[in-house]
């Protein structure tokens, strides 16, 4: 039986899948929100073997808090699953430095806070799973989304750099790129008016809620069938080192991989021209 730590727990997102999919296996759950009222009645229903915790990730102290609090009550986290995050929109140049920081904040610096709190426990136990909730936009950057694709091309980064780090101590690292999934993220853009504080980018920002607002409610993913494939890509031997969920997400990934793989040869001569001469002295 395994534990499972699992942060942003909103009812209708891929924190409660995890969590329901976690315990339909008969493993135990740990479940954070920043209100765990809501989920105060889906607790009391799993009979001992779900515990919801308050956290705000964004807080270093409740981090280690909450990560100490779980590895009291069950005895240590076997799964990490990094869930929490948010994404805004704006343009790149007309983005307030305090919006992008605070991006920054929750989709990345939080994320390793969490990483940071739940390691040496399974360093100490020599196993574990670190589960990174990325996104499309962390391997194709969406127009609008400049800096929340910023923040995920970072955790793609610290992903692929854990994984390598910790592999030797038993633990094993994946990243999931979701593309456009059937849960809550979209909702608040039809009470979102843009604001942007450079009038050219307007028109397209307009252009990118008009399309936010009317997916909302229609996004072909299913995060219960994600959360699933999720779980079936661990039970893989070798496991994958990233998981891309979703048709979408699939097409958008894989035509940008080889777009990005055609310009590399294209320009393949220039690139190699930067070396020094074959059978150069260094020096």
Known sequence: MRTWFITGGTPGGFGMAFAEAALETGDRVVLTARRPDELREWEQAQQGRALVLPLDVTDADQVRQAVAAAEEHFGGIDVLVN????????????????????????????????????????????????????????LVGVTGFGHYSAT???IEAVTEVL????????????????????????????????????????????????AMVDQDGRQPGDP???????????????????LVLGGDGYDAVTAALQRATAEARAFEALSRSADFPAGDAIG
Not at 89 to 116: C, H, K, P, W
Not at 184 to 192: L, P, S
Not at 224 to 242: C, E, L, S, T, Y
Request: aromatic share 8%; charged share 20%; no cysteine.
């Open 83 to 138: 869930n929490a995050g948010r994404g805004w929109y704006g343009s790149i140049e007309g983005m307030t430095d305090e919006a992008v920081r605070r991006q920054f904040e929750l989709n990345f610096f939080a994320v390793l806070s969490v990483i940071r709190a739940v390691l040496p426990g399974m360093r100490a136990r020599g196993s574990g799973w670190v589960v990174n909730m990325s996104s499309v936009a962390g």
């Open 152 to 154: 995920k091309f970072a």
């Open 163 to 210: 994984r390598t780090e910790v592999a030797p101590l038993g633990i094993r690292v994946l990243a999931v790129e979701p593309g456009a999934f059937r849960t809550r993220a979209y909702a608040g853009f039809a009470d979102e008016p843009v604001e942007e504080a450079v009038a050219a980018y307007t028109p397209m920002l307009e252009q990118v809620r008009a």
């Open 224 to 242: 219960h069938r994600g959360v699933r494939a999720v779980i079936a890509a661990m039970a893989q031997d070798p496991p994958p080192h990233r």
